[in-house]
């Protein structure tokens, strides 16, 4: 397992990171998986064992259930607490109040003291605004997350679900305050959607914030284990989960061309898709989630997979973005600028 730093911190995070939306399966959240203590912990040491450092929940997660039983996992398996990055989120909403959604100085105070208690720790690693809130100003939401970084509760921040003019709003807020800015922004990535890349990663490489994958397998479109006209395995998430919404002409296109590079190496299709993520230079860390241990150790091999140049290349023709306004410009004024060939 290697380590990438996040963001601009000298954070050290694996560059596979373990999912947790299949704990609990409370509610809305049963399809995506129905994983018990004993099945958590088994993950959790999995993944330990093979280096990962870094887990990833969010307090709306099987309603809280997923927080639990990873608090209660690490209790249990009593893993020394500084060798972990733990990170969850909120925003989404927890109750039927109308405070208890969103990102306000009230909501984002009263969830984190309740995901620690879940957790069962005195402090988050990374915590993370799991999307925008129109309804609150950019600055408050940014001082009670600064509030929380002095006080000790948190140590990092991060957003996920935003658009670029948002990231860079604020970074420029924090920058400007001498706040503590975001170091990461968790995003949807994947060889069938890469449309981050017309915006967010530009912004990422820019501002230097390190990319997080969710749904780096586009719902397990991209496991190799489903056809183009076929609704896909009995018990597959997509099946009874049909998201994030995907181009599926385009990601069996992808698909196709994973299979050639899957059978030379002598590994699953959803290694390759897993492995081309973590070429990608914007990205800091892929998160994995898994039904079953067999899944869990597939996916954290795919940090040992490198794909060759002429692999690489095939897979990007075959995923490509179609041209799109500013992008096709900005092409032809870097060839201006510099005969060459345009840089990136």
Not at 60 to 87: F, M, T
């Amino acid at each position: 397992m290697r380590y990438r730093l996040l963001g601009r911190s000298g954070l050290l995070v694996s560059e596979i990171c373990l999912g947790t939306m299949t704990y609990g399966g409370k509610g809305r959240w049963q399809p995506i998986g129905q994983l018990g203590l004993a099945e958590v912990e088994g993950q959790i040491k999995t993944a330990v064992d093979a280096g990962v450092n870094f887990i990833d929940t969010a307090d709306v997660y099987s309603e809280g259930d997923s927080e639990g039983l990873v608090g209660q996992a690490l209790k249990n398996l009593k893993l020394p607490r500084e060798e972990l990055v733990i990170a969850t989120k909120v925003r989404i909403r927890m109750g039927p109040g109308p405070n208890q959604v969103g990102l306000s100085r009230g909501h984002i105070m009263d969830g984190v003291n309740a995901s620690l208690r879940r957790l069962q720790l005195d402090h988050i690693d990374l915590y993370q605004i799991h999307g925008q809130d129109l309804a609150t100003p950019m600055e408050e939401t940014l001082r009670a997350l600064e509030d929380l970084i002095r006080s000790g509760k948190v140590r990092y921040i991060g957003l996920s679900n935003h658009a670029a003019w948002q990231i860079m709003k604020a970074v420029s807020i924090s920058q400007h305050r001498g706040w503590n800015r975001f170091e990461s922004i968790q995003a949807y990535y994947s060889l069938a959607g890469r449309d981050l890349e017309r915006e967010i990663v530009p912004v990422a490489l820019d501002q230097g914030l390190g990319i997080l994958v969710w749904s780096p397998l586009a719902g397990g479109l991209l496991s190799g284990k489903f056809a183009e006209n076929d609704k896909g395995p009995a018990g597959a998430r997509r099946t009874n989960f049909d998201f994030p919404p995907v181009d599926r002409p385009r990601a069996f296109r992808c698909v196709e061309a994973m299979r050639p590079i899957a059978s030379a190496h002598g590994v699953s299709v959803a290694r390759v898709a897993l492995a081309w993520l973590l070429h990608q230079p914007a990205v800091a860390s892929v998160i994995v989630g898994a039904k079953t241990k067999q899944q869990l150790a597939d996916n954290i091999a795919a940090a040992d997979l490198r794909l060759s140049e002429a692999e690489l290349k095939s897979l990007d023709e075959a995923s490509r973005l179609p041209p799109e306004y500013p992008g096709w410009m900005f092409d032809r004024q870097n060839m201006d600028r510099f005969p060459g060939g345009a840089i990136k």
